[in-house]
């Protein structure tokens, strides 16, 4: 361990959710962390919040908060919008005037998915739901603050807590007999452990090697590779559990039905497919198929239930 990079001061908000909690297992080892977390965080009134930001005097603050129930958040606007777009807003003025970078989670639903390709970070921004409205608000306050700034721009992330589709789903194959799920969804499951990895990866970059932070400042999209239809993503855990030999399944259908049979709050975006030759070029990154990294956290829980 490089006694310099402990120097280095991360403060973390947001380390009980999916990425905040690989972010802080991946920082701890080599950063001087310091996580905030919601009994801090009281969204009419920042001083608590300042009070923390003036005391440790980050360089780096990283924002794995978020308000993520895409659904709620239609009929729960103002929530959405004071977490997603007023706290992100008030932390990049904070980091303008301490210096620090702040590093900040986005995600797909900026984008209408009405685009057949790749979405790349300049690609046309056109939210569908309060979600990405509220999200892409917050993009928008990061980059007018003018602070120093790395927005990672991630996609269908899961991890092995909280609520998210691989989970909801190996729950569903131990309680239903058949399931129907969507196929006219595409883009890439993420793990927040892979997120976790190349937020590690670029931070180590830019403060322990060659990077110039100021010729990196951006956005980025940051998924694993390839794509899927969540049908996909369900028929891919499936097979997974089964290869493992996940006893507890009562599944045996999992068929396809359009987002039309399937109709929710918020409208989703039919395509979520995103470039990452920006992060790869910038930082240098390995990034895999999709399906490794769920391979991996499958076997992973599935060594923990036997
Ligand atoms: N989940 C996805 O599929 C997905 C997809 C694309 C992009 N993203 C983005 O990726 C980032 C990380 O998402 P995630 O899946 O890790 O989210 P998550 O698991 O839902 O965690 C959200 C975090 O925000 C905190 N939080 C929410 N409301 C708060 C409030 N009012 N005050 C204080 N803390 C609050 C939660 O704290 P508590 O534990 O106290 O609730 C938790 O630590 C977010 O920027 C999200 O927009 C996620």
Not at 32 to 50: A, G, M, P, T, Y
Not at 217 to 229: D, F, V
Request: charged residues 25%; hydrophobic residues 35%; contains cysteine.
């Amino acid at each position: 361990m490089d006694k310099k990079e402990l120097l280095i001061k991360v403060l973390l908000l947001g380390s009980s959710g999916q990425v905040g909690f690989e972010l802080n297992n991946s920082l701890k080892p080599f950063f001087n962390l310091k996580l905030v977390n919601r009994s801090d965080i009281n969204l009419q009134d920042f001083e608590r919040l300042d009070s923390i930001i003036e005391k440790f005097s980050p360089d780096v603050i990283i924002n794995a908060i978020a308000y993520t129930d895409v659904d709620k958040a239609e009929s729960d606007s103002n929530e959405a919008f004071r977490v997603n777009a007023d706290l992100v807003q008030h932390l990049a003025e904070m980091a303008k005037l301490k210096d620090a970078l702040l590093l900040h989670y986005s995600t797909d639903y900026v984008f209408d998915g009405y685009f057949g390709g790749s979405y790349t970070e300049e690609s046309r921004v056109n939210p569908l739901s309060v979600y990405g409205k509220s999200k892409l608000l917050g993009e928008e306050s990061i980059i007018r603050s003018g602070c120093k700034y790395l927005i990672f721009r991630t996609c269908w992330v899961y991890s092995e807590r909280r609520k998210n589709f691989l989970l909801t789903m190996i729950n569903a194959f131990r309680t239903k007999e058949f399931i129907n799920v969507v196929d006219d969804q595409i883009g890439t499951p993420t793990s927040s452990n892979l997120i976790s990895e190349l937020t590690l990866n670029c931070l180590k970059k830019i403060f322990y090697q060659d990077t110039s932070l100021n010729e990196v400042i951006g956005i980025y999209n940051m998924t694993a590779k390839g794509e899927t239809s969540w049908h996909g993503f369900a028929v891919s855990i499936f097979e997974r559990l089964k290869s493992l030999g996940y006893k507890d399944m009562k599944t045996n259908s999992i068929n396809q039905i359009s987002s039309d049979e399937y109709l929710l709050p918020a409208k989703r975006p039919k395509n979520s497919k995103l470039s990452t030759a920006k992060i790869i070029e910038t930082f240098g990154t390995d990034i895999l198929n999709w399906e490794h990294y769920s391979n991996d956290l499958l076997e992973k829980i599935v060594a923990n239930t036997e």
